[in-house]
Each structure stands twice: as structure tokens, then as C-alpha cells.
């Protein structure tokens, strides 16, 4: 088993995991930019998700659309690597440690921990481009990309402030949003295949497939709803250096909480958020499988000790 899951394997799982977080989060720029302006200016964008896009294309063109692409396929491109490659790494060192039975008894809570863990790390690396992305969604005049824009905002506001001020809220939104996507992912894909009489090891590559896509939407719905508050302050202290005041970022962020409401900060974007965020994770999780079948990894799964 060691062996099976050593260094290569878990490049391969990184690999796999760039991959399918930057194109799909790349494919659906458009949907995250009308998301973003919905949540930072829901006065003039109030017309639903399909009227955010003809309000951005009537403004700013198709190219609108696609305002953010750059930091986003790079930036999570790099949180792929280490939040997909980083839960395979804790996930299975886990089980090793366990041992089969209690790895099986316990697999709910190595998933959560194993995502926690690898999120956090993931995160340090995508905050200063997802800073830079909703700098550009929320100003499109501020620079003409990622290149010109990332230079730019270390110069203005430097590294902790410029990049890191919404470090707090991606640590809140991410890390429950992994830990429920993988969670649940994980559990439905059990329920569906034990359903549908399915072994996930030996099952066709059509059948891996199809469990990936319902499992990963279910997840992703899950993991959206959980989540959706924190990525709204993420959005708005990101909009401007002085939003919710200036003071430190735990008390602008209070201050953001209070201004917008909990009813609004859970609910306004929301829909669009579990639209994008539940055909992301589908994909993702599909993505992620095709990718390691291709590399001839053969993937870990928990299994039921037999008596």
C-alpha cells in the first residue's frame, strides 16, 4: 500500500487537482463575475443572475464576462494542486495510521480533517490572487490583468494588506466549503453506489463518471450553501482598502457583518453561487478522476473490512 501511495501518486493527485480547479474555475469566470457584482453592489444589480450578465455585456462587452480570468486559472490552479493533492496525502497517511478497520469506522472524519488541513495550506497560496481578481471584477479600469494588476496593488497597499486583508474570510469560507465538499462527495458517492449495487474500484470508467458528476453536484450544493456567507464579506473587504472602515480586518469585518445583515449576507448571490458552485465541484470531482485514470494512478478508497 506504501507503495501504491507514494511520492508519484500524490504528484499525479496534485496535478489532477490544478488541473480541474483551473478549468473549471476558468470556465466559469463569466458566472463568478455577475456573482461578484451582485454581492458587492446589489442595488444596481438586481435584476437575477441572467440580468447581471446582459447588465455586464450592455456596460462592458462579452469581454466583461471575462474580467478576473487570469489570477482566477492561476490562482486556483495552485489551490488544485494543494487542496486535491494535499486531502489525498493526509487522507490515506490517515488510514496507513489507522489501519483498514478504524479507517473505515472513522473515513467521515478523515475526510473533514484531511480537508481542513490541506485547505488551509491551499489557501495561503490563493489569497493573493483572489484578492487580485475581485480588485479587477469590482474595478475593471484598474489595471488591464493579472500581470499588470498584481504589481500594482503590492506597490499601493502592500503585501499584508493588499493581498492578505481577506485571508480571515477565505480561512472561513474555504475550509468549511473543502470540508463539506469532500464530506459529502465522499458519502454520497457511498450511498449512490451501494444503491445502485456499484463497487467504486472495479466499476467502468462511464460509471466512475456518472457517480463523480451526481456526487460532486450534491457536494457542491452542500459545500455553496455553508460557505456563502464568508464568501460574501470576501467580496466586499476585497472591493476597497477602507471597506467596513480602517481599522484591523477582524473589525471591519464585524463592521461589514453589520451593515449587510445575516439574512442578506447568507442569501444575496446565493442562487447563482449554488448554480456555479454545484456544476464546479461536478466537474472538478469528474476532471479530477479522468485526469488520474490517464496517469495510470489508481485512486485510494475506503473499504468495509470484511468479517
Known amino acids: 500500500m506504501a507503495e501504491q501511495f507514494g511520492l508519484a501518486y500524490y504528484l499525479k493527485g496534485a496535478v489532477a487537482g490544478g488541473i480541474c480547479c483551473s478549468v473549471?474555475?476558468?470556465a466559469l469566470c463569466p458566472v463568478d463575475v455577475v456573482k461578484t457584482r451582485i454581492q458587492l453592489d446589489p442595488v444596481k444589480y438586481n435584476r437575477g443572475m441572467i440580468g447581471g450578465f446582459k447588465q455586464v455585456i450592455e456596460e462592458e462587452g462579452m469581454a466583461g464576462l471575462a474580467?478576473?480570468?487570469g489570477p482566477t486559472a492561476v490562482g486556483y490552479f495552485v489551490?488544485?494542486?494543494f487542496k486535491?493533492?494535499?486531502?489525498?496525502?493526509?487522507?490515506i497517511n490517515a488510514a496507513q495510521t489507522l489501519g483498514e478497520k478504524k479507517a473505515w469506522e472513522?473515513?467521515?472524519a478523515i475526510y473533514l480533517g484531511a480537508a481542513a488541513a490541506a485547505e488551509f495550506i491551499a489557501d495561503?497560496?490563493?489569497?493573493?490572487?483572489?484578492?487580485?481578481?475581485?480588485r479587477l471584477v469590482s474595478n475593471p479600469t484598474y489595471a488591464s490583468g493579472l500581470v499588470e494588476a498584481f504589481p500594482k496593488i503590492a506597490k499601493e497597499?502592500?503585501?499584508?494588506?493588499g493581498f492578505y486583508a481577506g485571508f480571515g474570510p477565505i480561512l472561513f469560507k474555504q475550509i468549511p466549503y473543502t470540508m463539506a465538499k469532500f464530506a459529502v462527495q465522499g458519502k454520497a458517492a457511498e450511498v449512490l453506489a451501494k444503491a445502485g449495487g456499484i463497487d467504486a474500484a472495479t466499476a467502468s470508467d462511464a460509471t466512475k463518471m456518472g457517480l463523480a458528476l451526481s456526487s460532486g453536484t450534491i457536494a457542491g450544493v452542500a459545500a455553496a450553501i455553508i460557505s456563502h456567507p464568508a464568501d460574501t464579506l470576501l467580496s466586499m473587504i476585497n472591493k476597497s482598502p477602507t471597506a467596513g472602515g480602517t481599522g484591523g480586518i477582524p473589525s471591519r469585518l464585524m463592521n461589514l457583518a453589520k451593515e449587510t445583515g445575516f439574512q442578506k449576507l447568507c442569501l444575496t448571490g446565493l442562487g447563482a453561487r449554488c448554480v456555479m458552485i454545484g456544476t464546479l465541484t461536478a466537474g472538478q470531482f469528474a476532471i479530477f478522476d479522468i485526469t488520474m485514470a490517464a496517469t495510470g494512478a489508481k485512486k485510494f478508497h475506503f473499504h468495509e473490512p470484511k468479517e
Not at 486535491?84 to 487522507?91: A, D, N, Q, S
Not at 495561503?124 to 475581485?134: D, H, Q, V
Not at 497597499?157 to 494588506?161: A, C
Open 79 to 81: 489551490q488544485g494542486w
Open 157 to 161: 497597499f502592500g503585501i499584508l494588506k
Open 124 to 134: 495561503i497560496f490563493l489569497c493573493p490572487l483572489e484578492a487580485t481578481r475581485i
Open 84 to 91: 486535491f493533492g494535499g486531502v489525498e496525502f493526509f487522507k
Open 106 to 108: 472513522n473515513r467521515t
Open 24 to 26: 473549471t474555475h476558468g
Open 67 to 69: 474580467t478576473g480570468l
